[in-house]
């Protein structure tokens, strides 16, 4: 599928080829008990310090244990309704395939009854996931050539 066309609407955990809707993403963690929700975007780029050049696309793969590991940061941080804090909700989703300059890669959408959750639940996922997740960038550049991130 070209980049441009969109999964259903109810994708919005785990490692998807579709392109990414960040208000579907988001729609799915709102409730009338959280007075606070915001959306991390991660989109693609022209530059990287690793690579030598403008970069112009990337491919990323994922390990077929990918969705299970993003689950279990998601789990880390969710708090149901009856928690001492109030709930915490969330919901993200990893691209993986061909990205080009200005597509999203990741979308970390949370939810919870105050800003300051919301804000500091948001960081740790999306920082989660960039250290956890085993999925990899292939970048291409303008002048031809690649480089791989985040193998191990």
Known sequence: MHATEHAPRSV?????????????????????????????????????????????SLEYSAHPDAGTVLEGILDRHRRGPQAAGGEVRIAAVHRIGMLDVGDLALVVSVASAHRADAFE???????????????????????GTSHWVGLP
């Open 121 to 143: 639940v948001c960081r740790a996922v999306v920082e989660g996931i960039k250290t956890e997740v085993p999925i990899w960038k292939k970048q291409q550049t303008a002048a």
């Open 12 to 56: 919005v955990a785990g490692i998807s080829e579709w392109a990414l809707d960040a208000a579907a993403v988001e729609e799915s963690v709102l409730s009338p008990r959280c007075g606070a929700a915001l959306t991390f975007t991660g989109i693609v780029r022209n530059h990287d310090p690793e690579a030598a050049g403008t970069v112009t």
